[in-house]
């Protein structure tokens, strides 16, 4: 069974930085991408960033140059690097893995993290 758990969340100040970790159960070349969400308060679940098994990279604008994905394959790890929060980042956190099998997929979701932006 595939098991994705996130960490790393947690009460920042506005300015400050957070790193968050999702850990997979398995080889995370296994997914043919990997992402982070977040739902906000009252807010509908949005992408922030996904990075594809080639290693390619996508943002959402509203994170461009702020936030940065990254991995760790000998450790099955993806990483959501936060710099330059912003209150209105404050949302759970989740990390989702896509397997793709032809024109259908599988889609595994993490429990999620909160994130909290607040002086």
């Known amino acids: 069974q595939v098991q994705l758990v996130e960490s790393g969340g947690g009460l920042v100040q506005p300015g400050g930085s957070l790193r968050l970790s999702c850990a997979a159960s398995?080889?995370?070349?296994?997914?043919?991408?990997m992402g982070w969400y977040r739902q906000g308060p009252g807010k509908q679940r949005e992408l922030v960033t996904f990075?594809?098994?080639?290693?390619?990279?996508n943002y959402a604008d509203f994170v461009k140059g702020r936030f940065t994905i990254s991995r760790d394959i000998t450790k099955n790890t993806v990483y959501l690097q936060m710099n330059s929060l912003e209150p209105e980042d404050t949302a759970v956190y989740y990390c989702?893995?896509?397997?793709?099998?032809?024109?259908?997929?599988?889609?595994?979701w993490g429990q999620g993290t909160q994130v909290t932006v607040s002086s």
């Open positions: 989702k893995g896509v397997r793709l099998y032809g024109l259908t997929g599988n889609d595994y």
């Open positions: 398995g080889s995370i070349l296994s997914f043919d991408n």
């Open positions: 990075i594809t098994k080639f290693g390619i990279t």
